[in-house]
Structure formats: C-alpha cells, structure tokens
C-alpha cells in the first residue's frame, strides 16, 4: 500500500506538472485508493492486537490462579503481542 500511495502521488504530481489531468487523476485515485487500503489493514491490525491483549490477559489470570505457569507465560507473550500489534 506504501509504494502504491508514494506512485499514485508520483503520478499525480507529475500530471499536474507536465499539464496532464488524466494522469493526475489516474494517481489521485491510486493514491487515494492505497491510503484507504492501509487504514483498513491498520484498523485490522489494531483490533487483532486488542484481541490478543484481552486473551494474554485472561490466560495470565488463569495461569496464576491455577498455579499454571506454562498458561501464565503463554499470556504474558501474547499481551505483549497485542501491545506491538496496537502500536503499529
């Protein structure tokens, strides 16, 4: 979505520059189209790691009440999953 936000800018600038609206528009629709592409998957992205944080911390509360380390280390990873996912 990157390189397909940063061409259609391209293309949109150059049309504008060499006198070309068809060009222009062509990459404003590219770009517009990317930025919109990449905010859906960041939003994605985002929810996923609120998902995973909620589960990492419900498995960490399991594992101590129950004396289950593996369970608690397991929601330890998983939290701080979340946590990169939602600082993205």
Known sequence: NT?????????????NTIGNPDLAAKGAAQKAH?????QAADARTHA??????IKGQAQQVAGAVSN?????????????????????
């Open 34 to 38: 990317a930025d919109t592409a990449q």
């Open 68 to 88: 289950d380390y593996s369970l608690e280390a397991q929601g330890h990873a998983n939290k701080a999953k979340g946590d990169v996912q939602r600082n993205v």
């Open 3 to 15: 390189a397909s936000s940063t061409i259609g800018g391209m293309k949109q600038t150059i049309g």
């Open 48 to 53: 996923e790691g609120l998902g995973n944080q």
